[in-house]
T-cell receptor, first 112, second 116 residues
Framework: DAKTTQPTSMDCAEGRAANLPCNHS???????VYWYRQIHSQGPQYIIH???NNETNEMASLIITEDRKSSTLILPHATLRDTAVYYC?????????????FGTGTKLQVIP | GAVVSQHPSWVICKSGTSVKIECRSL??????MFWYRQFPKQSLMLMAT?????????EQGVEKDKFLINHASLTLSTLTVTSAHPEDSSFYIC????????????FGSGTQLSVL
């Protein structure tokens, strides 16, 4: 019962911007969108998160649509080290408990 | 800064033995801990959610008697795989939300379990 859907894979040329979309059409008003990435056999690495406003940090930018049903993670200048699986996740409540479920994620391949 | 420390990083055990995985929150209190399992080339699958001082909530299809979760303090949650079998071999990851509304999630570095 993942709350997000993402394309399975994407390629991006090194040095170009990588734009990773995510659909979270059932998101509730107070649920944040989080982006993490995972390199093989490691714990997920935090990238960025947001509620409704666009966010930017040293790693990436997060663009959230006005209706909050989708968002896009932007890596402004992709490098080979950005090759990873990127997860868009939402923390939600179910039966009185918090839950965080993962979708399939997007496997980003940065090409030299 | 806030970190979730997970140990061990990897463990090899014989079939039928039990293995305990620990996750500690450093510099913050983790009232909730999420436990995930990940098979090769697959996404993280939520197994259970533990809350300090109460019973864990297990996802459908996860055997609570096999995967024992204890969250006895605000800084420590443990997952014990009892009577492990080769099919339990997997990558196990814990995660705790930071305190405060909208705080990010802190993930452990994961434990690779191999059952012979």
């Amino acid at each position: 019962d993942a709350k997000t859907t993402q394309p399975t894979s994407m390629d991006c040329a090194e040095g170009r911007a990588a734009n990773l979309p995510c659909n979270h059409s059932t998101i509730s008003g107070n649920e944040y969108v989080y982006w993490y990435r995972q390199i093989h056999s490691q714990g997920p690495q935090y990238i960025i998160h947001g509620l409704k406003n666009n966010e930017t940090n040293e790693m990436a930018s997060l663009i959230i649509t006005e209706d909050r049903k989708s968002s896009t993670l932007i890596l402004p200048h992709a490098t080979l080290r950005d090759t990873a699986v990127y997860y868009c996740i939402v923390r939600f409540s179910s039966g009185g408990y918090q839950k965080v479920t993962f979708g399939t994620g997007t496997k980003l391949q940065v090409i030299p | 800064g806030a970190v979730v420390s997970q140990h061990p990083s990897w463990v090899i055990c014989k079939s039928g033995t039990s293995v305990k995985i620990e996750c500690r929150s450093l510099d913050f209190q983790a009232t909730t801990m999420f436990w995930y399992r990940q098979f090769p080339k697959q996404s993280l699958m939520l197994m259970a959610t533990s809350n300090e001082g109460s019973k864990a909530t297990y996802e459908q299809g996860v055997e609570k008697d096999k995967f024992l979760i204890n969250h006895a303090s605000l800084t420590l949650s443990t997952l014990t795989v009892t009577s492990a079998h080769p099919e339990d071999s997997s990558f196990y990851i814990c995660s705790a939300p930071g305190t405060g509304f909208g705080e990010k999630l802190f993930f452990g570095s994961g434990t690779q379990l191999s059952v012979l």
